[in-house]
């Protein structure tokens, strides 16, 4: 059969006779209706509902401009970081502020060719949704997901126990709140160290209204915390799970060492201790909370610079050229630009040391002694340590004094003039009165802790830096620390409330300081000295370290600023 024949068998298919009836072409409409009804109800029966981009949907309508750049997030890189923000844990008010620790992108900007090194990622970048979801809460169940509340005040001065002091201020941001998602499983290491945290930071709040926690060794309570049963609480989750990892890396003198029998002993001593610790050191950095960067300033006061050069940038080399080894060989530092990482410096120089690189001083942890808040002192982030001029490795003959009532000297101080608040001291009360026993140069035959042990205040001025060893020294002995400085923020300011254990005097009432001391009441004064001898535990250095002493306390703070800092990485960054 030829073409013909095919056109017609092809016609005899779909045509129909001429005498066909109606009904057969409502048959022929059914016979393609049918089909096309089944296939969009099995369509509409499987095909989910929920759009796979209800993440984007559900952000507010601020946030456009943000969900925009979700869908450009490869051009974003790493500078995406910079402009997010993270969640700081309020105790006192129970919400969650947020604080910058990112930093502009002008301050994210490195200008030394060995900073920029530092801050190139060595682990695959965030994108743009990554970034804005950075530190939401990593919660499993709905529990967790009441304390993502985001608010912009900043009255208060600390992220932890206490509020903030009056001339320590912060910029907190706006923050995208997405919907968690309550189903989600814990993936990876990390994932499980914040969560970890999460359950620390509900403990903590629910102990604020709880009942105190019975401890074997010591259960604070008093005026002297601003919350003693979140402070305890705190530290009892501290114990159960804070781990530190300490890098290896670095050779002594400089790294891994420090002076341990002088004024800057903190330093060496909490080196040292750390380095051999079995309790909070961890060799897993996957299981860690934070990254210690185990450099002493002193040391490098001592061996790297040269005292006739003035010239501080070999000490500024020595910090950049670490925290470039430890970010290239490990990813933590890159993970979180240094968020989770610290640093503790006793040397006046220590602020200048952290100014190396901007993430060391924007971002990271810095336990100092010299806590000026006047040299970029963050309180909210940093950790003021106390100074401590140690001779020996024991306390033997520095602990002690006798009671309130036979203390006849009403206030005492004897050192050196530097700086610009003893030279007013010394001039308005320099053998001056009976009772103030200001002196340039102890007479001969005076003991030095045996006047601090007979007077009821002892005068502690600032000398070239904020901090001095006087305020432990006056713990120590019993006398009730008058502090008499500028922009200085005192050891462990998170936890303990100085003003219900020492007198703060401004540098204005110098002139008027026997008037003030003697406007106490002498009740009011005895409820002070207790209150030292009380809290003088939180300052002892033992060795080996003892519960609550000055190690723990550095830890504790450190770990109370790590509480305010949450990090995800959905790569699953390992070591190398």
């Not at 005040?153 to 907190?172: E, H, K, V």
């Not at 201790?273 to 040391?299: C, E």
């Not at 020996?392 to 309130?404: F, Y």
Request: aromatic share 10%.
């Amino acid at each position: 059969m030829g073409r013909d024949g095919n056109k017609s068998c092809f016609a005899c298919c779909f045509s129909t006779p001429t005498t066909s009836s109606s009904s057969s072409s409502a048959i022929k409409l059914l016979f393609f209706i049918v089909p096309l009804i089944l296939v969009s109800f099995i369509v509409f029966v499987l095909v989910p509902r929920n759009s796979t981009w209800a993440l984007i949907y559900s952000l507010p309508p601020s946030t456009s401009a943000v969900a925009a750049a979700a869908n450009s997030s490869e051009k974003l890189g790493a500078a995406v970081y910079a402009e997010s923000s993270q969640q700081v844990l309020d105790l006192p008010s129970r919400v969650v502020k947020t604080v910058d620790v990112g930093g502009s992108s002008g301050e994210a900007t490195l200008s030394h060719s060995d900073e920029v090194a530092v801050n190139r990622s060595a682990s695959p970048q965030l994108s743009a949704v990554e970034a804005v979801t950075k530190f939401q809460e990593l919660n499993e169940t709905k529990e967790y997901s009441s304390l993502n509340t985001s608010i912009t005040d900043s009255d208060s001065l600390n992220i932890t126990i206490n509020g903030t002091p009056n001339n320590a201020t912060t910029s907190p941001n706006e923050i995208i709140a997405l919907p968690l998602k309550h189903n989600r499983q814990v993936r990876t290491k990390l994932d499980k160290v914040e969560a970890g945290l999460q359950r620390a930071r509900s403990a903590i709040r629910e102990a604020k209204n709880g009942s105190q926690l019975r401890d074997p060794d010591y259960v604070p309570v008093g005026p002297m915390y601003w919350d003693a049963k979140a402070f305890h609480r705190s530290y009892l989750e501290m114990e159960k799970q804070f781990k530190v990892f300490v890098y290896k890396e670095g050779e002594p003198p400089v790294f891994h060492d420090g002076p341990c029998k002088s004024i800057y002993s903190m330093e060496g001593n909490f080196i040292y201790k750390l380095d051999v610790d079995t309790k909070f050191q961890t060799k897993d950095p996957q299981k860690a909370h934070v990254f210690y960067l185990p450099f002493s300033v002193a040391k490098m006061v001592r061996f790297v610079y040269s005292r006739d050069s003035r010239d501080f940038s070999p000490i500024r080399r020595t910090v950049v050229d670490y925290i470039n080894l430890v970010a290239q060989k490990y990813p933590y530092w890159n993970r979180s630009h240094g968020a989770d990482h610290f640093m503790l410096a006793c040397h006046d120089w220590g602020p200048e040391a952290s100014f190396s690189l901007p993430y060391l001083e924007k971002n990271s942890i810095r336990a100092l002694c010299n806590a000026n808040t006047s040299e970029r002192f963050n309180p909210v982030k940093d950790v003021s340590i106390p100074e401590i001029n140690l001779v020996t490795d024991k306390l033997t003959g520095l602990m002690g004094g006798p009671s309130a009532s036979r203390r006849q000297i009403l206030a005492f101080f004897a050192g050196g003039v530097h700086g610009p608040i003893r030279p007013v001291l010394l001039e308005h009360w320099e053998d001056k009165d009976e009772d103030i026993k200001v002196h340039k140069y102890l007479p001969r035959g005076v003991n030095y802790y045996d006047m601090m042990r007979n007077s009821k205040y002892c005068i502690c001025p600032s000398g070239y830096e904020v901090a001095s060893p006087r305020i432990v020294e006056a713990l120590y002995n019993g006398c009730v620390p008058v502090l008499i400085s500028k922009s200085y923020v005192a050891p462990f300011s998170d936890v303990l409330r100085w003003k219900s254990f020492s007198v703060t005097v401004s540098v204005d009432d110098i002139p008027k300081l026997k008037e003030i001391l003697m406007n106490i009441s002498t009740r009011q004064y005895i409820r002070m000295q207790r209150r030292v001898l009380q809290v003088r535990r939180h300052f002892e250095f033992n060795s080996p370290p003892k519960r609550y002493d000055v190690f723990h306390m550095i830890l504790h703070s450190v770990w109370l600023r790590r509480l305010n800092v949450r990090i995800t990485d959905d790569h699953g960054v390992v070591a190398n």
